[in-house]
Nanobody
C-alpha cells in the first residue's frame, strides 16, 4: 500500500487549497478513504471520509461547509478541496486507509494558513 499526498502549501486566511492523495497497492475503489490532520502539539484528528463509490461522505464539525472530500476511482486518487481556510486549519494533512485490518498512512502534506 502506498499513499502519496500533494497540494499543501502556505495560504492566507480565507484562501483555498486542493489536496490530492494518489493510492496504489490495493483495489482503491473497494475501500473507504480518510483524510486526517495533525496540528503541532495536538492529536491526529479525522477530517473527512468517503465511501467506496464516493456517494457517502462525513466531515468533522470544524470543517463542515468549508471542505469537500471526493475521489476518482479511475485515477486511484482522493481529493480534499478546502475553502475558507482559517489559521486553525494549519496542520499536516494525511490520507489513510484501513487495508486487511491495518491502517496505512501517507507521508503527509503541510498546510499553513497565515497572513
Amino acid at each position: 500500500v502506498q499513499l502519496v499526498e500533494s497540494g499543501g502549501g502556505l495560504v492566507q486566511p480565507g484562501g483555498s487549497l486542493r489536496l490530492s492523495c494518489a493510492a496504489s497497492g490495493f483495489t482503491f475503489r473497494s475501500y473507504v478513504m480518510n483524510w486526517y490532520r495533525q496540528a503541532p502539539e495536538k492529536e491526529r484528528e479525522l477530517v473527512a471520509d468517503i465511501s467506496y463509490g464516493g456517494l457517502r461522505t462525513n466531515y468533522a464539525d470544524s470543517v463542515k461547509g468549508r471542505f469537500t472530500i471526493s475521489r476518482d476511482n479511475a485515477k486511484n486518487t482522493m481529493y480534499l478541496q478546502m475553502t475558507g481556510l482559517k489559521p486553525d486549519d494549519t496542520a499536516v494533512y494525511y490520507c489513510s486507509v484501513v487495508y486487511r485490518g491495518l491502517r496505512y498512512w501517507g507521508q503527509g502534506t503541510q498546510v499553513t494558513v497565515s497572513s
